[in-house]
């Protein structure tokens, strides 16, 4: 793809990003939790790849469904190791 300029990969570009996201626990389930989130970005590019992206504020939204574990019975995951 040739937009008319050269661009210099050893040139470091910087991209900033704001993002934001929620989760909520719906349903309980014998191994688990089930959750269903979602995910908002902005981002924030230079002008000279604004032609890779076709905005210099590109945006984005994910919507998912998250399954989390229970801990499992016995587990010590929490109390510190021993150095015996």
């Known amino acids: 793809m040739n937009h008319g300029f050269a661009y210099n990969p050893s040139r470091r570009q910087v991209i900033r990003s704001l993002v934001g996201g929620y989760v909520h626990e719906v349903a309980s389930i014998p191994?688990?939790?089930?959750?269903?989130?979602?995910r908002a970005s902005?981002?924030?590019?230079?002008?000279?790849?604004?032609?890779?992206?076709g905005t210099r504020r590109?945006?984005?939204v994910a919507v998912?469904?998250?399954v989390r574990p229970?801990?499992?019975a016995g587990s010590r995951s929490s109390e510190p190791m021993s150095h015996e």
């Open 31 to 38: 191994g688990g939790t089930i959750g269903l989130g979602g």
């Open 42 to 53: 902005v981002n924030f590019v230079p002008s000279a790849l604004e032609p890779f992206y």
């Open 58 to 60: 590109p945006m984005g």
């Open 64 to 66: 998912y469904v998250r």
């Open 70 to 72: 229970k801990e499992m």
